[in-house]
């Protein structure tokens, strides 16, 4: 007479419940990615905008907390009750995104090394509660410029 495998079908049963773990884990670290990043070209000689999408593929949120440049100081702002401020930090929320976009939350260049013109891109790295530095690209666009999608 045969007996059942136990032992085996039960270290396949954990080593698959193991295996689940990760993407769909609720308590995965944050996984972050920009997209949809521009300045819109400066009109004044020592301040700028940026403007960009952060989505966090995990399953933690974590907190944009800073953002350096080599084109001058950038500073993280939110426009609360349709005045602008600067904040100390802002939420990316777990499998969800912060959108920094005109007339919101977005990044502010000041004291500007120098006047960015358009089609050129400014280098930002964005500093995070739990995760580490992320760099992106912002290419400067028309001082009129809005995407038709992204934002």
Do not use: W
Request: charged share 20%; proline share 9%.
């Amino acid at each position: 007479m045969r007996r059942p495998a136990v032992p085996a079908v039960a270290a396949l049963g954990a080593a698959l419940l193991l295996a689940g773990c990760g993407a769909d884990d609720p308590a995965s670290p944050p996984r972050l990615s920009v997209s949809a990043a521009y300045i819109p070209r400066p009109v004044s000689d020592s301040m700028a905008a940026g403007f960009l999408t952060l989505t966090n593929e995990g399953g933690t949120k974590d907190q944009l907390t800073s953002v350096t440049s080599d084109l001058g100081e950038v500073t993280v702002h939110e426009t609360v009750d349709g005045r602008m401020k600067e904040a100390g930090s802002l939420t990316v929320p777990a499998h969800g995104r912060l959108v920094l976009e005109s007339g919101g939350s977005h990044l502010m260049f000041e004291k500007l090394e120098r006047r960015p013109k358009e089609g050129e891109k400014v280098s930002v790295e964005l500093h995070f509660a739990h995760s580490g530095p992320l760099r992106a690209e912002l290419p400067v666009k028309p001082a009129t410029y809005r995407p038709a999608t992204g934002h």
